[in-house]
């Protein structure tokens, strides 16, 4: 085996990403770059009824949105390809290994056909019928085999498990793990279209591209016995396993597509940022030794030991995924924020306005850039508000007092022409330290009056300012009225 470290991620082109297979891609990655060895990309096409045009563009896609780029695949030929199983097939080395296996008594010829597969008896495993074969053919003779094969009878190939003894295999989480071997069934090798099974593709594949490393969710473990005897019986080391553990959502169910983002894809739609998704999902099962949760990629490859991945399940919280990508937005380059919230701006303010201030106010208020929204929607159009709005404890204001207030600034405002935030609250700033009231007392009303709403990403005169001198009349003028006021 290579002394260099070199990992695989080797997703089936079925759709998108799901959470859980980018976590096992950024572990791979991560424990790849950390000691300085290879990250390869290998497609696994070989199951044809689960292709989906167009998705190994996704595969692409999504690795190098979330900065996995590998350093060997389809693309970047290191020496190992073919890196897509289906023309691995085309060369023949699954049935030559596979062959292989025959001849040292490892595997057999099946030639069962479908009526007697199914009479057999079948157990349940984990929820599932799982049928167990008998080895009917392993009884078979060379004459007889050879026999069948040129008269053109349909086969598989299947692994040669024994009834009796046990198997062992080492995982670096779990520890030593060992089943009885009459637990395991005789799994399909070859498939009767000539096609290798998910299984056995994988274990060539991987000792052929000298993979030292395999991380995987821990629902393959009930498999990882079969690999292991794969590779006991060509004689090959066996990699590094690890095992991740579930996924679940808050409900401590496992992540389901029905989830709503239990994607790449769905969470980027969502408006979150890939750094922060890979940042969070880094934390699906592995904790740094340093007390923190904020990660760039480079501080990850540094920190990630993967003897500090948890056996337990981890929880995809979804708040705490927005939490984190509001710290990430918060520490955004303003020219990039902008860049990024302006198709999120322009998809509510169609008024000539100046966005990249409005940017500037909600950066540090939102957590997902369609949050955005409900921060600016005001600035388009005033929204209809109840007058209680008027009335807050804290500010002493009633709606007598704002009516008061509002009516007394007026006329300020109507002559004021320097419609800029500092010249404003000098303007009102004159007229609280006349009044002898606090700030609130008077700024409350106003921002009341010129939004409509309880909250905003900016005081009375920034919204003033952005509104300009017409649309803040006319807007303060509605608030009179709505507190039975006459202009």
């Given at each position: 085996?290579?002394?260099?470290?070199?990992?695989?991620?080797?997703?089936?082109?079925?759709?998108?990403?799901?959470?859980?297979?980018?976590?096992?891609?950024?572990?791979?990655?991560?424990?790849?770059?950390?000691?300085?060895?290879?990250?390869?990309?290998?497609?696994?096409?070989?199951?044809?009824?689960?292709?989906?045009?167009?998705?190994?563009?996704?595969?692409?896609?999504?690795?190098?949105?979330?900065?996995?780029?590998?350093?060997?695949?389809?693309?970047?030929?290191?020496?190992?390809?073919?890196?897509?199983?289906?023309?691995?097939?085309?060369?023949?080395?699954?049935?030559?290994?596979?062959?292989?296996?025959?001849?040292?008594?490892?595997?057999?010829?099946?030639?069962?056909?479908?009526?007697?597969?199914?009479?057999?008896?079948?157990?349940?495993?984990?929820?599932?019928?799982?049928?167990?074969?008998?080895?009917?053919?392993?009884?078979?003779?060379?004459?007889?085999?050879?026999?069948?094969?040129?008269?053109?009878?349909?086969?598989?190939?299947?692994?040669?498990?024994?009834?009796?003894?046990?198997?062992?295999?080492?995982?670096?989480?779990?520890?030593?793990?060992?089943?009885?071997?009459?637990?395991?069934?005789?799994?399909?090798?070859?498939?009767?279209?000539?096609?290798?099974?998910?299984?056995?593709?994988?274990?060539?594949?991987?000792?052929?591209?000298?993979?030292?490393?395999?991380?995987?969710?821990?629902?393959?473990?009930?498999?990882?016995?079969?690999?292991?005897?794969?590779?006991?019986?060509?004689?090959?080391?066996?990699?590094?396993?690890?095992?991740?553990?579930?996924?679940?959502?808050?409900?401590?169910?496992?992540?389901?597509?029905?989830?709503?983002?239990?994607?790449?894809?769905?969470?980027?739609?969502?408006?979150?940022?890939?750094?922060?998704?890979?940042?969070?999902?880094?934390?699906?099962?592995?904790?740094?030794?340093?007390?923190?949760?904020?990660?760039?990629?480079?501080?990850?490859?540094?920190?990630?030991?993967?003897?500090?991945?948890?056996?337990?399940?981890?929880?995809?919280?979804?708040?705490?995924?927005?939490?984190?990508?509001?710290?990430?937005?918060?520490?955004?380059?303003?020219?990039?924020?902008?860049?990024?919230?302006?198709p999120y701006l322009r998809a509510v303010i169609h008024r000539d306005l100046?966005?990249?201030k409005i940017a500037a106010m909600v950066q540090t208020r939102i957590e997902i850039f369609p949050?955005?929204?409900?921060?600016?929607?005001?600035?388009?159009?005033?929204?209809?508000?109840?007058?209680?709005?008027?009335?807050?404890?804290?500010?002493?204001?009633?709606?007598?007092?704002?009516?008061?207030?509002?009516?007394?600034?007026?006329?300020?405002?109507?002559?004021?022409?320097?419609?800029?935030?500092?010249?404003?609250?000098?303007?009102?700033?004159?007229?609280?330290?006349?009044?002898?009231?606090?700030?609130?007392?008077?700024?409350?009303?106003?921002?009341?009056?010129?939004?409509?709403?309880?909250?905003?990403?900016?005081?009375?005169?920034?919204?003033?300012?952005?509104?300009?001198?017409?649309?803040?009349?006319?807007?303060?003028?509605?608030?009179?009225?709505?507190?039975?006021?006459?202009?």
């Open positions: 085996m290579s002394e260099t470290i070199r990992t695989r991620y080797a997703p089936s082109p079925t759709g998108r990403m799901h959470v859980g297979n980018l976590r096992s891609a950024l572990y791979e990655f991560l424990i790849a770059k950390h000691e300085g060895g290879a990250f390869l990309l290998r497609i696994e096409d070989t199951d044809q009824e689960r292709y989906v045009e167009g998705a190994v563009d996704i595969i692409y896609r999504t690795l190098e949105t979330a900065g996995l780029l590998h350093d060997e695949g389809p693309d970047k030929d290191g020496g190992f390809g073919p890196y897509v199983q289906s023309e691995r097939m085309k060369t023949g080395i699954y049935m030559e290994y596979a062959k292989k296996l025959v001849e040292k008594g490892e595997a057999y010829y099946c030639f069962c056909d479908k009526e007697r597969l199914e009479s057999l008896r079948t157990e349940v495993v984990e929820g599932k019928e799982i049928m167990l074969y008998d080895k009917h053919c392993l009884g078979l003779s060379r004459a007889e085999v050879e026999e069948k094969l040129a008269a053109g009878v349909p086969f598989v190939i299947r692994q040669n498990i024994p009834n009796e003894g046990t198997t062992t295999f080492h995982d670096e989480l779990y520890g030593d793990i060992t089943v009885e071997n009459a637990e395991l069934d005789d799994m399909i090798l070859i498939k009767s279209d000539g096609y290798p099974t998910y299984n056995f593709a994988n274990v060539v594949d991987d000792h052929t591209m000298n993979i030292t490393h395999v991380v995987r969710g821990n629902e393959y473990l009930s498999s990882a016995p079969k690999y292991q005897r794969l590779y006991d019986a060509f004689g090959w080391e066996s990699p590094v396993y690890i095992h991740l553990p579930l996924i679940t959502d808050e409900t401590h169910k496992k992540l389901s597509k029905r989830s709503g983002h239990s994607s790449f894809e769905d969470l980027l739609e969502q408006g979150f940022l890939p750094e922060a998704v890979v940042n969070y999902i880094a934390l699906l099962g592995w904790s740094p030794e340093e007390n923190r949760e904020i990660f760039t990629l480079d501080e990850l490859i540094e920190q990630f030991d993967y003897r500090r991945i948890s056996k337990s399940p981890a929880v995809f919280d979804y708040t705490k995924l927005k939490w984190m990508n509001g710290e990430y937005l918060k520490a955004m380059d303003p020219e990039r924020f902008f860049e990024l919230a302006e100046d966005l990249k949050d955005i929204a409900e921060h600016i929607d005001f600035f388009e159009a005033l929204p209809e508000y109840d007058a209680a709005m008027y009335t807050h404890k804290k500010m002493k204001t009633t709606a007598e007092t704002s009516l008061a207030v509002l009516c007394d600034v007026l006329p300020l405002l109507e002559a004021q022409e320097d419609y800029s935030n500092d010249a404003l609250y000098a303007l009102l700033g004159g007229y609280v330290a006349e009044k002898g009231v606090k700030n609130g007392y008077v700024m409350w009303p106003l921002r009341t009056a010129v939004s409509g709403k309880q909250m905003t990403p900016g005081g009375a005169t920034e919204l003033m300012e952005l509104l300009g001198k017409d649309e803040s009349i006319a807007r303060i003028k509605a608030g009179i009225a709505k507190l039975g006021g006459n202009v």
